[in-house]
T-cell receptor
Framework: QQQVKQSPQSLIVQKGGISIINCAYENTAFDYFPWYQQFPGKGPALLIAIRPDVSEKKEGRFTISFNKSAKQFSLHIMDSQPGDSATYFCAASITIQGAQKLVFGQGTRLTINP | NAGVMQNPRHLVRRRGQEARLRCSPVKGHSHVYWYRQLPEEGLKFMVYLQKENIIDESGMPKERFSAEFPKEGPSILRIQQVVRGDSAAYFC??????????????????FGPGTRLTVL
């Protein structure tokens, strides 16, 4: 019930295309859904995040779509660029005893071909 | 404006040795989280600490692993008698967490660059 399932494992998109990564969760107590971007040898960096009372959030080329009834959320990268090539992790968190415990998906390795 | 710092970045240990991983949070942050990332996998929560207190260690193995966040100095993740299965990247994150509400921007977790532990 604490799992977050992410797909696809890897994704290749042409430059200028739209990259879409999907995640699904079971626990309805999750109250915060961030996406992290990780480059090789680096730590994850927060990209964009959403709360369950909002169905969509857009920041620049990055958009999160959130479907509360289906318990699914997705990341869309518009006009994908080679610099977007990285591993993307969705996550969900629940606050317990003041701790924001992040549960991560398995990751998607995104490659943008020039 | 230094971010989360971790050292060492790479650590090699032989089976049975001890590994000590250090994490200095963002200045002013008093909440520290440790995560473990196995190759080709997502990060797994290990432990959450506030200054001088372990709040949640539900993700940490019961044996050989311990963590602390003293009043002064960095947070330490300690692995005793390491085994090959401990080889992984260990990430520390810190947050400000003024009010403890998960959706507040002050609860954003900022990650360090990680320590890559290799057990021979």
């Amino acid at each position: 019930q604490q799992q977050v399932k992410q797909s696809p494992q890897s994704l290749i998109v042409q430059k200028g295309g739209i990259s879409i990564i999907n995640c699904a969760y079971e626990n309805t107590a999750f109250d915060y859904f961030p996406w992290y971007q990780q480059f090789p040898g680096k730590g994850p960096a927060l990209l964009i995040a959403i709360r369950p009372d909002v169905s969509e959030k857009k920041e620049g080329r990055f958009t999160i779509s959130f479907n509360k009834s289906a318990k699914q959320f997705s990341l869309h990268i518009m006009d994908s660029q080679p610099g977007d090539s990285a591993t993307y992790f969705c996550a969900a968190s629940i606050t317990i005893q003041g701790a924001q415990k992040l549960v991560f998906g398995q990751g998607t390795r995104l490659t943008i071909n020039p | 404006n230094a971010g989360v710092m971790q050292n060492p970045r790479h650590l090699v240990r032989r089976r049975g040795q001890e590994a000590r991983l250090r994490c200095s949070p963002v200045k002013g942050h008093s909440h520290v989280y440790w995560y473990r990332q196995l190759p080709e996998e997502g990060l797994k929560f290990m432990v959450y600490l506030q200054k001088e207190n372990i709040i949640d260690e539900s993700g940490m193995p019961k044996e050989r692993f311990s963590a602390e966040f003293p009043k002064e100095g960095p947070s330490i993740l300690r692995i005793q008698q390491v085994v090959r299965g401990d080889s992984a990247a260990y990430f520390c994150a810190s947050s400000l967490n003024l009010r403890g509400f998960a959706s507040s921007s002050t609860d954003t977790q900022y990650f360090g660059p990680g320590t890559r532990l290799t057990v021979l």
